[in-house]
């Protein structure tokens, strides 16, 4: 009796523990992942600013370097494929902003000849 009243504990231990694995796995992934758990202050993620004109295919088009090429499939059709001589630009700002996921915003303002 004490060897098949173990083997019920036993099992018993281990179905309460796969059901709590489960469940913290399960909201887990529903939560967005393990980012989320391990979450850290997203008030303390740097936001990158930048304004240099100069820079703008950088960020933009496509000779935008590696990281800034997809944007998450951003249309960027109303941004011109890059800046020329009878462009002048008054203001341009990319901002990049990494808590969870990448987040983009940039801006272009030029005054045309």
Do not use: C
């Amino acid at each position: 009796m004490k060897i098949l009243k173990f083997k019920v504990q036993m099992k018993v231990i281990l179905m309460i523990t796969t059901t709590i694995i489960s469940v913290f796995l399960i909201r887990l992934l529903l939560m967005g992942g393990l980012a989320k758990l391990l979450s850290f202050d997203s008030q303390r993620t740097e936001v990158y600013k930048d304004t240099d004109i100069t820079h703008y295919q950088w960020y933009i088009g496509k000779n935008a370097k590696k990281e800034y090429a997809d944007k998450w499939g951003m249309d960027e059709s109303i941004f011109p494929e890059s800046i020329t001589d009878n462009m002048n630009g008054l203001d341009y700002k990319m901002v990049y902003y990494n808590p969870w996921d990448a987040q983009y915003l940039s801006y272009l303002v030029v005054e045309y000849d």
